[in-house]
């Protein structure tokens, strides 16, 4: 039966404030059905507040063939990071 | 060993009864009802635990049996506390056989299909929201906040087993066809659900327990409108042969728990 069903992939957020985080997927035949399981699979240990789930086939995902051309570059671009300022003496906690 | 059926009526005619004020005897069965059909229940669901038609599903009705009998573990140590015996929640449980159970008949029925076993749980889902709403404003304290508790649950149940109900019923042909026979076999047993017995009006005039005349419309409105959604027919109305709250089962009950009760009852006292 659960084979004829669509994958959701589930987001849920531990407490409010903090954001949604990807915890799984699973099976489930429409939106409602996604919400249900995602409570029941992924709550039922007080995981959360809030659920997101969102059909699989709706996620546009980085082909890991263009992983080189999409990251590599940011590699030697050290100076991206926040690391080069000249912190001042009365500046305590940084 | 007196029937739950015997001592109702008996109570019903105590002085403490015509006083208004329900014997301690009376508020034990009564709190059996509640806990029973919430115990039954929940063993029915757990037959499902590794034969549901997906994983999803195998987790979501054990999630909602373990709610039933953590509503039943509540209602039995408190039941147990009034009757003073020293019977506990598993002396409760495990210890009484069928006659002395006083669930209604509905949540005693064989789970059949998957589509059966949603049927009985949204008829009586849609019940007991009802049952647990009114009874969190009871004049006995400790029940209300068990019923507060219960509520929420509850409310969940309802919202999956109505979801269920008008995906199978509004589904395939098949799943349409089985749905409908499930209502039709199912129907018979609401009726005990709404009629209030000495009991029940005993309770409710006392303002423990909600008056099952006040419960009936919006049971059967709710249960109308979902129906409808499932496109499924609303069987007529049915005599009700069934007594189960008064510890008049039908055949199912006695087997269910030969099984429930077959391990603490073959070895006394023992723990895992």
């Known amino acids: 039966m659960s084979d004829d069903w669509p994958l ?9 404030g903090l954001e949604h985080k990807h915890v799984g997927s699973l099976h489930a035949a429409d939106e409602r059905m996604a919400i249900e399981h995602a409570r029941d699979v992924y709550t039922r240990r007080q995981e959360g507040v809030s659920i997101w789930a969102v059909r699989s086939s709706q996620i546009v995902a980085s082909d890991p063939e263009e992983a080189e051309a999409l990251f590599e ?22 | 060993m007196t029937t739950p059926g015997t001592s109702t009526s008996a109570s019903s005619k105590s002085p403490a009864a015509e006083a ?15 806990a029973d059909t919430s115990l039954v229940l929940g063993q029915r669901l757990g037959e499902w635990v590794g034969h549901a038609p997906a994983l999803e599903e195998d ?10 009998i953590g509503q039943a573990r509540l209602l039995l140590t408190y039941a147990s506390e009034l009757e003073g015996k020293g019977r506990d929640e598993d002396a409760l449980a495990f210890l009484r056989d069928a006659p002395e159970f006083c669930n209604v008949s509905l949540v005693e029925q064989p789970n059949g299909d998957f589509g059966q076993t949603l049927v ?25 906040e068990i019923a507060a508790k219960a509520v929420k649950e509850t409310r969940y ?10 995906r199978l019923g509004d589904g395939t042909a098949e799943s349409h066809a089985r749905a409908q026979q499930a209502v039709d076999a199912l129907w018979r047993f609401t009726e005990e659900l709404l009629t209030p017995d000495a009991l029940d009006e005993e309770m409710a005039a006392a303002g423990i327990g909600p008056s099952l005349a006040a419960i009936r419309p919006r049971w059967e409105e709710r249960v109308a ?6 496109t499924l027919k609303r069987p007529a109305a049915a005599r009700h042969p069934w007594h189960g709250k008064r510890g008049v089962h039908t055949e199912h009950l006695g087997h269910m728990l030969a099984e429930m009760q077959h391990l603490p009852r073959t070895f006394p006292g023992v723990t895992w």
């Open chain 2, 120 to 144: 009985r749980q949204f008829l009586i889902d849609a019940w007991q929201l009802q049952l647990y709403e009114a009874l969190s404003g009871s004049s006995d304290a400790r029940l209300a």
């Open chain 2, 59 to 68: 987790l979501a009705l054990a999630n909602i049996a373990l709610d039933l």
């Open chain 2, 20 to 34: 208004g004020s329900p014997s301690t005897e009376a508020r034990f069965h009564y709190l059996l009802r509640l």
């Open chain 2, 157 to 166: 149940h309802l919202r999956f087993s109505s979801g269920w109900l008008v």
């Open chain 2, 225 to 230: 409108a979902v129906l409808q959604e499932a």
């Open chain 1, 73 to 94: 570059p940011a590699r030697d671009k050290v100076y991206r990071h926040p690391t080069f300022y000249a912190i001042p003496e009365e500046v305590k906690n940084l």
């Open chain 1, 8 to 16: 959701f992939e589930v987001f849920i957020r531990a407490r409010s």
